[in-house]
């Protein structure tokens, strides 16, 4: 099973990072989350993956992460993750509030 580690300082980034508008977050009844890549995707793969947004599941690449704001349940979605996992390669999910939970358990002052 593949391992996704991040140093501290670039969890503590990705905690604070904003992919998404304020107010796009706020209206969506889903939370937002956060897959965790090996590497920083190519073009292709991440074209691939972000050409299966929508209005009800927007998508973000950056670094070595994707973002992902369903509008309600991941399990209400029909985001295709196989395609996108066949595009980036594996990943590990979590919400962005476990990784705040995390950097501020662990890593806040």
């Not at 992460?65 to 996992?85: F, M, Q, R, T, V």
Request: aromatic residues 6%.
């Amino acid at each position: 099973m593949p391992v996704f580690l991040r140093s501290a300082k670039e969890l503590s980034a990705l905690a604070t990072h904003e992919p998404f508008e304020a107010a796009e977050v706020k209206a969506s009844k889903g939370k937002l989350q956060v897959a965790l890549l090996p590497k920083k995707p190519a073009a292709k793969g991440s074209r691939r993956a972000l050409a299966e947004a929508s209005d009800e599941d927007r998508l973000a690449i950056e670094g070595r992460e994707l973002y992902w704001l369903p509008s309600g349940g991941i399990s209400e979605s029909d985001l295709d993750l196989k395609a996108i996992e066949k595009a980036l390669g594996p990943w590990t999910m979590r919400t962005m509030g476990t990784v705040e939970q995390i950097v501020a358990k662990y890593f806040g002052d």
